[in-house]
């Protein structure tokens, strides 16, 4: 079934725009509605922001790529989509990197998360951690991989065990980008079954 002919039951799989009911819902309904040049400059800002501060779900970008009006097709949309928002999460990731890289040399800081009711730190350990000490950088890109799981998270995870910004980047864009890929492929085949 074509993506394109089942545009309504693909923003079923992907996700409700405005899944956050907040004065959040106004930036995803930005994004979902994002229509040309200034629509792709919506879905990096966007993109950049799930990255390091926003736990919103990165797989809305792929809504617009039938009504984004750049002179493409719609595989060509996805393209520009899937890169646009792979950069704008690969830049976001490295403010985290940075963030990241001051919180390690901030003892208390991590002391006092680990202490707090909500113990992120041990949830990651457990969770993409092991890929960090496993695989690398490449465990970063296949964490970033799995489709509506929180990027915040893993990208934070990451930053405390690694310490090259550039190939933090690299693996941050290559995992966004996979992702998208990713839910493509899941939502293609989900509606080709319906």
């Not at 040049?37 to 926003?54: D, E, N, R």
């Not at 009006?69 to 928002?85: H, P, Q």
Request: net charge negative.
């Amino acid at each position: 079934m074509d993506l394109v002919a089942s545009t309504p039951m693909f923003v079923a799989f992907v996700g409700d725009c405005t899944t956050t009911g907040s004065a959040l819902t106004l930036l995803e309904d930005a994004v979902c509605t994002a229509t040309g040049p200034t629509g792709l400059g919506i879905i990096a800002v966007y993109s950049f922001l799930i990255a390091f501060i926003l736990p919103l779900p990165s797989e809305v970008v792929l809504v617009p790529a039938e009504t984004l009006r750049l002179g493409l097709s719609t595989t060509g949309n996805l393209a520009a989509i899937i890169v646009v928002s792979a950069l704008g999460k690969a830049v976001g990731s490295l403010v985290a990197f940075h963030i990241g890289q001051e919180a390690k040399e901030y003892g208390p800081l991590v002391r006092r998360i680990k202490e707090s009711r909500f113990d992120i730190i041990e949830w990651s350990e457990r969770t993409t951690i092991q890929l960090a000490k496993k695989y690398g950088y490449v465990g970063l890109a296949l964490a970033l991989c799995v489709p509506f799981f929180p990027d915040t998270l893993s990208i934070y995870a990451f930053t405390v065990l690694e310490e090259d910004y550039l190939r933090f980047g690299a693996a941050t864009f290559a995992g966004s980008a996979g992702r998208l890929l990713v839910t493509l492929g899941l939502a293609g085949g989900t509606l080709a079954l319906l």
